[in-house]
Structures are given as C-alpha cells and as structure tokens.
C-alpha cells in the first residue's frame, strides 16, 4: 500500500462547477501538505501549502488538513477550463524548512468543460 | 524569471544506449531533487543533493543510473545502459533549506524514450 493514495479519476465537470479532490494518507509523521498543478506536459507547480488542519483559503482554491482522519482536501470554487490540468498532493515530515524529500500522491486529472 | 530549465527536453534512443539529463537548478537554491513520472507509478523520487552532497539517492536504480552535481548551476543525471522500462518523463526541481516552505520548483522535464 502507498503511504499517500490519491483517486485518479478522470474527472469531468461543468464550468462554474464545485471541485473536490481527495488524498490519504498512512504515515502520521507527515506534517506539511501541498498541492500542486501540472499542465499537460509541464511540471508541476505549487498550488498551496498548509501544514496544521483546518482550511486555508486563496481566491477560488481552499485546502483542508484532517490529520486526525489523515484526509487532505482541495476545493475549487467556480472551476473554469483553465483549472483543467493534474492535481497532486505531496507531503513531507519536515521539519519545516527542510526542503526535504515529499511524498506525491499518483495525482488526479480534472477536466472543466466550457 | 528564474526558472528550473532542464535539457534535453525530448530524447528518444535505442535500449543499451547511455542517457544524460543535465537540470540547471534555480540559482541561490541548495537542494535539488529529480524525479521520474510514469503513468502507472505517478511521481517517484529518485535522488536528492544538498549543497551537492547526495542525501538520498535509495529511490535510483543504482546499477544504471548515477547522479551528480559537479557545480552548484548544474545537476546531471545519467543512465548507462538504458532499458525500455526507462521510458518516463524525468523531472529536476530545486528547492532552498531554511525558509518556512518547502516549495520545490520543478523544470519542464525530459521525456526519455528508450526502444
């Protein structure tokens, strides 16, 4: 089993759209959770960061840590065809600052249709 | 714009060959990582190097692939022979000890094809 396990979907929704993308994870030493993006054929790219649970807003993205569940959530409000791209979670143990090895889940690929 | 800049961005080559990806870290950064995604494995670490020491390379198939970083503006890594279950897109980032972030900041890739 991986230590972070992420629904690959594909997921497809209309533009305007609530999205929730999901991650688990079973090493409880993580402490610090990412998202990033990556465009087809690109790198990815730090969406956000939180490292204590609750939620954390910006503009049209919030992430939400349950690290007594050890959920990790990203919600994206009023998706647009922009938002289409591959999203993963990462984690790491820290301690903060480290610039330490992270751990990625396999990624989810979102489709917002116009 | 500073920005991970990894070459060759495409390398298709014969299996037994021998690969080299070179990543020009983003400078100022001391840490620099390489990955390797694939379809059915996602994003998987490789190596590590802080201050060009390698920390942790125990993701790397050691009897094929190597990593190095012989200055601090350039990580190399390489595959001598290549197989075809090498094919994957390979990603350099970099990334700064000692802020309160871990952000690493990732390069475009290479993607490797091995026949």
């Known amino acids: 089993q991986k230590e972070v396990e992420q629904d690959p979907g594909p997921l497809s929704v209309p533009e305007g759209a609530i999205v929730s993308l999901n991650c688990t994870y079973s090493?409880?030493?993580?402490?610090?959770f990412m998202w990033y993006r990556q465009y087809s054929r690109k790198g990815p790219e730090l969406l956000m960061y939180?490292?204590?649970?609750g939620n954390k807003e910006d503009g049209r993205f919030t992430a939400q840590v349950d690290k007594s569940s050890k959920y990790i959530s990203l919600f994206i409000r009023d998706s647009q065809p922009s938002d289409s791209a591959t999203y993963l979670c990462a984690m790491s143990v820290g301690p903060i600052g480290s610039a330490r090895q992270l751990t990625f889940g396999s990624g989810t690929q979102l489709t917002v249709l116009p | 714009d500073a920005r991970v800049t990894q070459t060759p961005r495409h390398k298709v080559t014969e299996m037994g060959q021998e690969v080299t990806m070179r990543c020009q870290p983003i400078?100022?950064?001391?840490?620099v990582f390489w990955y390797r995604q694939t379809m059915m494995q996602g994003l998987e670490l490789l190596a590590y190097f802080r201050n060009r020491a390698p920390l942790d390379d125990s993701g790397m198939p050691k009897d094929r692939f190597s990593a190095e970083m012989p200055d601090a503006t350039l990580a190399t890594l390489k595959i001598q022979p290549s197989e075809p279950r090498d094919s994957a897109v390979y990603f350099c980032?970099?990334?700064?000890?000692?802020?309160?972030?871990?952000?690493?900041?990732f390069g475009p890739g290479t993607r490797l094809t091995v026949l």
């Open positions: 980032a970099s990334g700064l000890a000692g802020l309160r972030t871990d952000t690493q900041y």
């Open positions: 400078l100022g950064h001391n840490t």
């Open positions: 939180t490292y204590s649970s």
């Open positions: 090493n409880s030493a993580f402490q610090y």
